[in-house]
């Protein structure tokens, strides 16, 4: 009987583990995205006014605001 439950409690324990790490590389992941669409924004920004009115309107507020509100989800 104590093989069989050392064994559950083994499956736990990595299966929680697996999760963390899923969730850490989940949030550096969107960081990495927030962070690259701000800095194209902000080149194109600089290069061409036409151009970044364009992308700002395809890019809206909603979608940088939703990489912010993942990111507090998984804080």
């Known amino acids: ?3 069989i439950h050392l064994d ?5 324990i990595t299966e929680k583990y697996s999760e963390e ?5 989940l949030r550096l992941r ?3 995205l927030e962070k690259k669409v701000t800095e ?10 036409k151009k970044s009115e364009e992308v700002r309107k395809k ?9 912010q509100s993942l990111l507090l989800l998984l804080n």
């Open 21 to 25: 790490i899923d969730i850490h590389e």
């Open 8 to 12: 559950t409690i083994k499956k736990e």
């Open 40 to 49: 194209v924004l902000t080149y194109i920004e600089k290069t061409d006014s």
């Open 59 to 67: 890019l809206s507020q909603d979608c940088l605001s939703l990489i």
């Open 1 to 3: 009987m104590e093989g």
């Open 30 to 32: 969107i960081q990495g």
